[in-house]
């Protein structure tokens, strides 16, 4: 190998170093990222990974320490640098930080992009903050950047969570007056949202509309729907819908099988124990490990 490495071997480098950052052994990256940085010209894309291990592991402090390195080393970060260094402060719980970063982004008049404003609405509105991630959606549409199904998807979680179903469904329809289609997340959130209070029979028109939007109900929306019939008692649905999966519209998993046969032993009648034997057998048939 040649004094600064080729292009591929930097590649594959920065991909051996990705894996390991998202195995959460970031400091072995980052011990190998050290001993290798004089063979190859690492870039901005080695930092970047090297900083979302640390921010995967919750280490800020030590996120930060490799931006400065960064800095220091005549790179200059980008937009998914600073992104990924907000989402490791929510990812920490350190808000206050995540805000002040983003101040600092400001102030350096750096792009602030979709992703950015995302992570804010997402991160803002898990800490229950509700009201800030609402503006900072509000301030995200004034300032020209337009939201990405992701940040409907993170306001709606956040307006369900945290706030009140009919305020998500709000920012639902108005998704789809401004002509975005919402996907099978978007519909997931919803349809807990709505189970969540109690909605059942809205929640199950909504898994009918995916349907007309082109969007198939995937397996977690349809053990979304099991769970809460088997939590309210109506398991004659709950089977009716896992035959449906059955029949090829979406076959189900393990968790399918787990919430059916932990249901049938809550109720411990004869026939839902024979029924749960028959679960258990058909589901190692299909390959799944109890």
């Keep these: 190998m040649h004094k600064h490495g080729c292009p591929q071997d930097l590649t594959s480098f920065n991909s051996f ?4 950052c998202k195995a959460k052994q970031a400091e072995i990256a980052y011990n190998l990222f050290k001993v290798f940085r004089r063979k190859f010209r690492v870039d901005m ?3 970047n990974i090297l900083a979302n291990g640390y921010c995967i592991m919750k280490r800020t402090p030590k996120a ?3 931006l ?5 080393r005549g790179l200059e ?11 490791g402060f929510f990812r920490a719980g350190q808000t206050k930080e995540a805000w002040e970063f983003f101040l600092q982004m400001k102030r350096r008049k750096c792009e602030i992009d979709v992703v950015t404003y995302t992570t804010m609405v997402h991160g803002f509105g898990v800490a229950g903050e509700v009201e800030r991630s609402r503006k900072l959606f509000d301030e995200m549409v004034g300032a020209g950047v337009l939201p990405s199904v992701a940040t409907y998807n993170a306001l709606i979680q956040v307006l369900c969570k945290k706030d009140n179903v009919e305020n998500a469904i709000l920012v639902f329809d108005e998704m789809l007056r401004r002509g975005y289609l919402p996907n099978v997340t978007t519909y997931n959130v919803l349809i807990r949202g709505l189970f969540r209070v109690g909605k059942m029979d809205r929640a ?4 009918d509309k995916m349907k007309e939007d082109e969007c198939e109900p995937n ?3 349809y053990n979304l729907v099991i769970r809460y019939y088997c939590d309210d008692g109506e398991f004659e649905k709950a089977f009716e819908l896992f035959e449906k999966m059955g029949s090829g519209h979406c076959l189900p998993n393990l968790d399918t099988y787990n919430i059916l046969i932990s249901a049938m032993f809550v109720r411990k009648k004869s026939d839902d124990l024979v029924v749960a034997g028959k679960l258990l057998i058909e589901m190692i ?3 799944f490990l109890p």
Excluded at 17 to 20: A, F, I, K, M, N
Excluded at 68 to 72: A, D, G, I
Excluded at 204 to 207: A, K
């Design 17 to 20: 170093l990705d894996v390991l």
């Design 45 to 47: 894309i080695s930092y």
């Design 64 to 66: 930060l320490e490799i």
């Design 68 to 72: 400065k390195e960064m800095v220091e």
């Design 77 to 87: 970060p980008n937009v998914m640098t600073y992104n990924i260094i907000l989402k």
């Design 204 to 207: 199950v028109e909504y898994m």
């Design 219 to 221: 397996v977690q929306t």
């Design 285 to 287: 048939d299909r390959g």
